[in-house]
């Protein structure tokens, strides 16, 4: 929004001098500035207290501040000596200071009074206040008004129209307004709007959609779009076309954007590139921030290899950085994936002592997460029963899961009756207890849970398995023969299964239903998806190429220990990228120790 440039008739010489102050303060501008130029104005003979032309620079000077939030109340109280008339101009800019302010419900409570008609700057900073505070209703309403005000055709409408429904959780809205945009007006904001909104909720492939769509109009991506597609990468495996985008970004001179470094080392540890992560990291330099640390210190943490993500934590302290809340989940998560239950402790002490950080729900959950990994289940639920938080249905489907896996029964069922308070018809919560069940052989129980399932529509998550080669991504379901090559990709899993028995694998069916014969249970564990993708990799890649699987569940007891002979028997390292943390398997020994 630019200044207008409107003279004012019989301007007094000491407003023209303050007004030109204000414009060159604008550079580097600030409230004490603002305020005693603002005083030196209001002294001078002549000078009102509503005088326009000073309230629309004083207004525009404060609208400009980067550091900091410009002060609401200062703004607020300016704009009222222009009541009950004020000029557009000067309220679009509060509209503006509010709706990026801690207040954002101010700036719909004063375009609620009508003080002024909107124009084509009103509902830009309206519809970000709607963002920020997730008011989807608000926003669609003043999309039906700015369409019946002839002003929602304007691109930066449209561009915070798109914005808005993607934060709220309208992909398809977002797309739809965006594809309302003829396609030469689109801007850079338009396409990143779009691609964030997909991004936002959990639409990788349609980001990658809109990011090669992209290059057909010439776009000149910046920072924000790179992250977003970057973070699409990330979220379904694709390590190589990762790496093509990093590239890419290299060219056009983004890698030095420290958003677009904390993406790649973000990317380079969901895809299981620890090395990758750490170059970049390295290559930062004096650009890392707390966010770079903390990306590295997860993703080493996620990959299994907690201890060094803890001497990195101890290198960052001697840094004398401070961590943030998030840096303390992936220390956490360290600790107990490693099953070191006394630094989980300790860590978890310094965290409120040392750095002033209030345990959340996530921190407390780590410290459950510790204990029942670690076989004291008991003392878990103690811990639970002490929290000073309210547990949540993660924290207690953390504890099903420490007695699902130490066969604790009777504490599974109270941590089951809690979730089905909490969070009924969780189907994840169902397969747990089942497979407790089924651990201490209750197999009656078991088909009374697949009864009340069915009974009451609650359907399990398919497991699915997806594996990247040469830059396309393929899906896999347990049993799955949609695919062209399905053929040859079950003579590779018999071929698997026999060089594997010769090995002395014998599969573990304990889990396995107990109404189908032992055959069949074998077939069953033989099928599942991360076994198809692996097959498929072994046909297709070449040897020695490292093998990437993503799955949405947990790797079962048995695929895991199949995995293991697999890089042994194939001479090849697999990395699998599971509900919960990788497992990079090499040689016939996995990176967490079959301490999962």
């Given at each position: 929004?630019?200044?207008?440039?409107?003279?004012?008739?019989?301007?007094?010489?000491?407003?023209?001098?303050?007004?030109?102050?204000?414009r060159l303060?604008?550079p580097?501008?600030?409230?004490?500035?603002?305020k005693q130029?603002?005083?030196r104005?209001?002294?001078?003979?002549?000078?009102?207290l509503?005088?326009?032309?000073?309230?629309?620079?004083?207004?525009?000077?404060?609208?400009?501040?980067?550091?900091?939030?410009?002060?609401l109340?200062?703004?607020?109280?300016?704009?009222?000596?222009?009541?009950?008339?004020?000029?557009?101009?000067s309220?679009?800019?509060?509209l503006?200071?509010?709706?990026?302010s801690?207040r954002?419900?101010?700036?719909?409570?004063?375009?609620?009074?009508?003080?002024?008609?909107?124009?084509?700057?009103?509902?830009?900073?309206l519809?970000?206040?709607?963002?920020r505070l997730?008011?989807?209703?608000?926003?669609?309403?003043?999309?039906?008004?700015?369409?019946?005000?002839?002003?929602?055709?304007?691109?930066?409408?449209?561009?915070?129209?798109v914005?808005?429904?993607?934060?709220?959780?309208?992909f398809?809205?977002?797309h739809?307004?965006f594809?309302?945009?003829?396609v030469?007006?689109?801007?850079?904001?338009?396409w990143n709007?779009?691609?964030n909104?997909?991004a936002?909720n959990?639409?990788?492939n349609?980001?990658?959609?809109?990011?090669?769509?992209t290059?057909?109009?010439?776009?000149?991506?910046?920072?924000?779009?790179?992250?977003?597609?970057?973070?699409?990468?990330?979220?379904?495996?694709a390590?190589?076309?990762?790496?093509r985008?990093?590239?890419?970004?290299?060219?056009?001179?983004?890698?030095?954007?420290?958003?677009?470094?904390?993406?790649?080392i973000?990317l380079?540890a969901?895809?299981?590139?620890?090395?990758?992560?750490?170059?970049?990291?390295?290559?930062?330099?004096?650009?890392?921030?707390v966010?770079?640390?903390?990306?590295?210190?997860?993703?080493?943490?996620?990959?299994?290899?907690g201890?060094?993500?803890?001497?990195?934590f101890?290198?960052m302290?001697?840094?004398?950085?401070?961590?943030?809340?998030?840096?303390?989940?992936?220390?956490?998560?360290?600790?107990?994936?490693?099953?070191?239950?006394?630094?989980?402790?300790?860590?978890?002490?310094?965290?409120?002592?040392?750095?002033?950080?209030?345990p959340?729900?996530?921190?407390?959950?780590?410290?459950?997460d510790?204990?029942?990994?670690?076989?004291?289940v008991?003392e878990?639920?103690?811990?639970?029963?002490?929290?000073?938080?309210?547990?949540?249905?993660?924290?207690?489907?953390?504890?099903?899961g420490?007695?699902?896996?130490?066969k604790?029964?009777?504490?599974?069922?109270?941590?089951?009756?809690?979730?089905v308070e909490?969070?009924?018809?969780?189907s994840?919560?169902?397969?747990?207890?089942?497979?407790?069940?089924?651990?201490?052989g209750?197999?009656?129980?078991v088909?009374?849970?697949r009864?009340?399932m069915?009974?009451?529509?609650v359907?399990?998550?398919?497991?699915?398995?997806?594996?990247?080669?040469?830059?396309?991504?393929?899906?896999?379901?347990?049993?799955?023969?949609?695919?062209?090559?399905?053929?040859?990709?079950?003579?590779?899993?018999?071929?698997?299964?026999?060089?594997?028995r010769?090995?002395?694998?014998?599969?573990?069916?304990?889990?396995?239903?107990?109404?189908?014969?032992?055959?069949e249970k074998?077939?069953?564990?033989?099928?599942?998806?991360?076994?198809?993708?692996?097959?498929f990799?072994?046909l297709k890649?070449?040897p020695?190429?490292?093998?990437?699987?993503?799955?949405?569940?947990?790797?079962?007891?048995?695929?895991?220990?199949?995995?293991k002979?697999?890089?042994?028997?194939?001479?090849?390292?697999?990395?699998?990228r599971?509900?919960?943390?990788?497992?990079?398997?090499?040689?016939?020994?996995?990176s967490?120790?079959?301490?999962?």
């Amino acid at each position: 929004m630019q200044l207008p440039c409107a003279r004012q008739p019989s301007t007094h010489p000491v407003l023209r001098h303050c007004v030109a102050l204000l414009r060159l303060h604008l550079p580097s501008p600030s409230v004490a500035a603002a305020k005693q130029i603002h005083a030196r104005a209001l002294r001078a003979t002549g000078v009102t207290l509503s005088h326009p032309l000073l309230a629309k620079h004083l207004l525009f000077h404060l609208a400009s501040l980067r550091a900091g939030a410009p002060p609401l109340l200062y703004a607020v109280a300016v704009l009222s000596r222009l009541l009950p008339d004020p000029d557009p101009f000067s309220l679009n800019t509060v509209l503006r200071i509010a709706a990026s302010s801690a207040r954002p419900r101010l700036a719909l409570a004063l375009h609620r009074r009508r003080l002024a008609p909107p124009d084509t700057h009103t509902y830009p900073p309206l519809l970000q206040a709607c963002t920020r505070l997730l008011a989807l209703r608000e926003g669609e309403s003043l999309h039906a008004e700015a369409a019946k005000n002839g002003l929602v055709a304007l691109v930066f409408v449209k561009n915070s129209l798109v914005h808005h429904y993607g934060a709220c959780g309208l992909f398809e809205s977002a797309h739809r307004v965006f594809d309302e945009i003829p396609v030469l007006e689109r801007n850079l904001v338009s396409w990143n709007s779009v691609m964030n909104g997909f991004a936002a909720n959990g639409r990788p492939n349609e980001v990658l959609t809109i990011f090669w769509e992209t290059f057909e109009v010439d776009l000149m991506p910046d920072g924000f779009t790179i992250v977003s597609v970057l973070n699409a990468c990330a979220e379904i495996g694709a390590l190589a076309l990762g790496r093509r985008v990093h590239v890419f970004a290299s060219k056009v001179g983004l890698v030095g954007n420290r958003h677009v470094g904390n993406a790649l080392i973000d990317l380079y540890a969901k895809c299981g590139g620890v090395e990758d992560a750490r170059k970049v990291f390295e290559e930062m330099g004096v650009g890392r921030t707390v966010v770079s640390w903390t990306s590295l210190i997860v993703g080493l943490a996620g990959n299994g290899f907690g201890k060094d993500a803890l001497e990195l934590f101890g290198l960052m302290e001697r840094e004398k950085l401070i961590p943030t809340d998030i840096t303390m989940v992936g220390v956490l998560y360290a600790c107990s994936h490693c099953g070191l239950v006394d630094d989980g402790f300790r860590y978890f002490n310094e965290m409120k002592d040392k750095y002033g950080i209030a345990p959340k729900i996530e921190h407390l959950g780590c410290m459950v997460d510790l204990l029942g990994r670690a076989g004291r289940v008991e003392e878990a639920h103690d811990y639970i029963s002490t929290m000073p938080l309210e547990p949540n249905a993660v924290v207690w489907r953390t504890l099903l899961g420490a007695c699902a896996m130490h066969k604790k029964l009777e504490l599974g069922e109270a941590a089951w009756s809690r979730l089905v308070e909490l969070d009924p018809g969780h189907s994840g919560d169902y397969v747990l207890l089942s497979n407790l069940y089924a651990a201490v052989g209750r197999w009656a129980d078991v088909h009374v849970l697949r009864k009340t399932m069915v009974t009451h529509g609650v359907r399990k998550n398919p497991g699915h398995s997806l594996v990247e080669i040469r830059n396309s991504v393929y899906e896999f379901v347990m049993g799955d023969r949609s695919h062209p090559e399905s053929d040859q990709i079950y003579l590779m899993l018999a071929e698997i299964a026999e060089r594997l028995r010769r090995q002395g694998y014998v599969p573990r069916t304990s889990n396995v239903l107990a109404d189908i014969e032992e055959e069949e249970k074998e077939a069953a564990l033989n099928y599942h998806s991360e076994r198809l993708a692996i097959a498929f990799a072994l046909l297709k890649c070449l040897p020695g190429t490292p093998i990437r699987i993503v799955k949405n569940l947990r790797v079962c007891g048995d695929c895991h220990l199949v995995i293991k002979l697999i890089s042994k028997v194939y001479d090849r390292e697999i990395i699998v990228r599971d509900r919960s943390r990788f497992h990079h398997f090499k040689g016939g020994e996995c990176s967490c120790k079959d301490y999962w």
